[in-house]
């Protein structure tokens, strides 16, 4: 049968910066305003802010289970609370952050889930024409009755899962430089814990390649390389894959 959900949402925000003493900010304003070598520019350290954020509100499914025939209806409570914390360290960014997506059936308590993920992104400045992001994360989560592969009604518990992520991007070259080269490698793993889908356990590796040929002002030459590989842990899984694109 269809499914129809409403929801309301009220969303709470808050931001805290850290007072940044003289010197902090000296060093700070002298490193944008640098123009020298890579070794004379100034290092700064320290807390840059931290930010706060809640989502709330209630959602109405008139069809929870995803079924053929809206057998129910249910209201659920929903609590989305975020935290991030970000530093400064030497010429490089940190952010360290924390989310979670809650949710509190009325009547179907098996229902109930928490999905967390704990993330942190580091942007290093290895020098003024290369640059580095690395980034790791931490995910814990329920797969919505209904999702392609789950195991809808079947089981009395939604089905869960824990998964990795970690990744690195290198940049050569300034956006404004005459060319620019980039590369992206991720790793991703997911495992689920429960409801026996271990077959659907699964490593994933992404490479990107991308390059960028300033002709003038306005045009560019913009080439880009993908690949996508797919790996099942289930030894008779004809599930693995292997993506290319240009």
């Known amino acids: 049968g269809a499914k129809r959900e409403l929801e309301l949402r009220m969303t709470t925000s808050l931001l805290a910066t850290p007072t940044v003493g003289p010197g902090a900010a000296a060093l700070e304003t002298a490193a944008q305003a640098t123009t020298g070598s890579d070794t004379a520019r100034p290092i700064a350290w320290g807390l840059r802010g931290l930010s706060l954020r809640l ?26 609370p975020a935290a991030y914390l970000d530093a400064k360290l030497g010429r490089h960014d940190l952010r360290v952050g924390y989310e979670a997506d809650i949710e509190r059936f009325l009547a179907l308590g098996s229902e109930n889930h928490l999905n967390q993920k704990i993330s ?29 592969g789950t195991r809808l009604g079947a089981s009395g518990v939604p089905d869960r899962w824990r998964q990795h992520d970690t990744g690195v991007e290198l940049t050569l070259g300034r956006r404004i430089a005459k060319a620019q080269l980039g590369a992206e490698y991720n790793v991703t793993g997911q495992r689920y814990l429960n409801n026996d889908q271990q077959s659907r356990d699964y490593d994933q590796r992404k490479l990107r390649l991308s ?36």
């Open 55 to 80: 989502v709330s509100g209630l959602r109405f499914d008139d069809n929870p289970f995803s079924r053929d025939r809206n057998e129910q209806r249910e209201v659920i409570a929903v609590s989305k």
């Open 211 to 246: 390059g960028r040929y300033n002709l003038g002002p306005k045009y560019s030459i913009i080439t880009d390389l993908s690949g996508v590989w797919t790996d099942y842990l289930d030894a008779v899984s004809t599930l693995d894959s292997r993506e290319y694109a240009a």
């Open 120 to 148: 942190a992104i580091g942007n290093v400045d290895i020098s003024r024409r290369m640059k580095s992001v690395v980034k790791a994360a931490l995910l814990t989560g329920t797969d919505k009755r209904g999702d392609i």
